[in-house]
């Protein structure tokens, strides 16, 4: 097979997973919400309701398209496209698992290992925001522009502090690749503790876990979509598949920044403890680190809704406070600080 | 010919005219938005790579963002933006700015043809790592300069925006 073969099939691959993942999440939310709150859930298209998101596919391809008579209609049909692209693409750069070797050919398992992923998923966060703001203005209604106006804000205010965070990360580990950084937290240090980002860098990897929330649009910091003041924010005029497009990026862009946490905190596909390459073969051991990668990823989706059905909504002026007073001076201090460590010891 | 560059600089100058002549406000930032992601393609191309990264992450992931935002304060879909100036003074001033940035342009480009040599790059050239270097090493000066001026934009907005007592 010609490079670019492997590489379309890579591209195939991961992308049909994450849309996979994100169909399944759409499940894993309401019954572990429905577990959570003493209630039953969707139990009634096929086992456990397993079917339920099917259902509700065809629910929202067969509703009629509505545009609303005074919205913008291109920008109102570029919206929902425009915030699923970039959740998607992130996973380009993410390294979903050691390598493989199939028929004498060592194959990485990560679709382009570029030296500036990292900066690559910086920038594409940024650039997220724009298909909210789009379909908010563009549906011209207040609860549309107000949400999209609370994006905005919120957006770029918890920017800083992930691009804070993720800076001691390239500090310690001294590049920007997302393979080599993975690489690097293999084994354990102190005799004991795994080599993972967690536990060097245990305020950065909160201040990351909080940014990504607020990136996420999460409860509780889902104030762009907050139903109890905006009826749903900036889909407020969205129906039928292109809401559908909206809900589905947002579990898309979990599985993302669940990706995305586990390649820089938690070793990735490795094992603590335990190296697999020696005792299982290349093919198997290809397979065994998606795995152990994909179990990780499953925790930190999982605990997106853990936390959504148990912590309550922030206030807007609370969610600002706590991004600028808090997490910005919290991000400057952890920086300066491991900076002074890593000159120290090098 | 260099396919690559033709299509993204018509992309950029297109999206460029059109920044400055849409008749709606967001659609407008929409266009300026075009211009940043073909300048990047435009670096990339170059073996920019960082740079690339930094015009999407900076110019379009905060500063058109924060434009975008007082847009969304500001003006309702429904509005349109003023009729073009009328006044004549800032017409005929506006006429001569454009016309010595053309004269600049046009003496740049004079001298491109002793510019348009094949060289081969240095090895890591682009990458993050000697950006650092450079930054750090040859042209700390520049570097701190920079900084500083910031800091001072930053205490003077702070100024600004103080209750006075």
């Given amino acids: ?14 992308w049909t997973w994450a849309l996979l993942i994100a169909v399944v999440m759409t499940w894993v939310e309401r019954r572990a919400s429905a ?26 391809f067969t509703k009629e398209d509505i545009i609303p008579k005074r919205a913008r209609k291109i920008l109102f049909i570029l919206g929902p496209p425009l915030f699923a692209i970039p959740a998607f693409s992130t996973y380009a750069v993410v390294p979903f698992g050691d390598k ?12 382009s290992d570029v030296n500036i992923g990292f900066l690559y998923i910086l920038a594409l966060s940024a650039i997220a925001v724009y298909g909210m703001v789009i379909g908010g203005w563009a549906s011209n209604s207040k609860y ?30 001294g590049t920007f690749s997302l393979r080599e950084i993975v690489l690097q937290q293999q084994g354990t240090f102190l005799g004991v503790l795994p080599n993972w980002g967690f536990f060097k860098q ?21 104030l762009p979509e907050c139903e109890s003041e905006l009826v749903t924010g900036y889909h407020t005029e969205y129906g039928s598949m292109r809401l559908g ?67 309550p909504r922030f206030r807007y002026d609370q969610l600002m406070g706590l991004g600028w007073k808090a997490l910005i001076p919290l991000g400057l201090i952890n920086l300066f600080i491991t900076a002074l460590l890593v000159q120290l010891t090098v | 010919m260099d396919y690559y560059f033709i299509i993204f600089a018509i992309m950029a100058v297109g999206a460029g005219i059109f920044t400055i002549t849409a008749k709606d406000a967001l659609p407008s930032a929409l266009g300026l938005l075009t211009v940043f992601v073909a300048l ?6 170059l073996h920019a790579p960082l740079i690339a990264i930094f015009q999407i992450s900076i110019y379009a992931g905060a500063i058109l963002v924060l434009v975008v935002f007082v847009i969304m304060l500001l003006i309702t879909p429904d509005e349109k933006l003023g009729t073009p100036q009328k006044n004549i003074s800032y017409r005929t001033l506006g006429a001569i700015l454009g016309a010595y940035l053309i004269v600049l342009l046009v003496i740049g480009i004079k001298g491109i043809e002793q510019l348009m040599v094949h060289r081969g790059l240095p090895d ?27 800091l001072v934009a930053l205490i003077a907005a702070i100024y600004l925006a103080k209750k006075k007592v």
């Fill in chain 1, 1 to 14: 097979m010609a490079d670019w073969q492997i590489d379309l099939i890579k591209v195939v691959f991961i």
């Fill in chain 2, 124 to 150: 890591d050239f682009g990458h993050p790592s000697q950006i650092g270097t450079l930054f750090f090493k040859k042209y700390i000066l520049h570097f701190e300069m920079a900084s500083v001026l910031l």
């Fill in chain 1, 245 to 311: 497009l909206y809900l589905f990026g947002e579990y898309v862009n979990l599985g993302t920044l669940a990706a995305v946490t586990v390649s820089l905190f938690f070793g990735g596909w490795g094992l603590p403890y335990i190296d697999m390459s020696k005792f299982l073969g290349p093919i198997s051991y290809g397979i065994a680190s998606f795995l152990v990668f994909f179990v990780k990823q499953a925790f930190f989706l999982f605990l997106f809704v853990w936390v959504r059905w148990t912590v």
């Fill in chain 1, 35 to 60: 577990m959570m709150q003493d209630r039953v859930g969707p139990n009634r298209a096929g086992p456990f309701g397993l079917l339920q998101p099917l259902a509700d596919g065809i629910k929202l």
């Fill in chain 1, 100 to 111: 493989i070797v199939i028929g004498g050919k060592e194959i990485i398992l990560q679709v």
């Fill in chain 2, 40 to 45: 990047a393609a435009l670096y990339l191309h």
């Fill in chain 1, 202 to 222: 245990p305020l950065g990897f909160i201040i990351f876990l909080v940014a990504a929330y607020a990136e996420a649009n999460r409860v509780p910091f889902d």
């Fill in chain 1, 144 to 173: 549309s522009i107000l949400g999209g106006l609370r994006a905005t804000a919120q957006l770029i205010s918890y920017e800083i502090p992930m691009g804070l965070a993720l800076l001691t990360i390239v500090l310690l580990y």
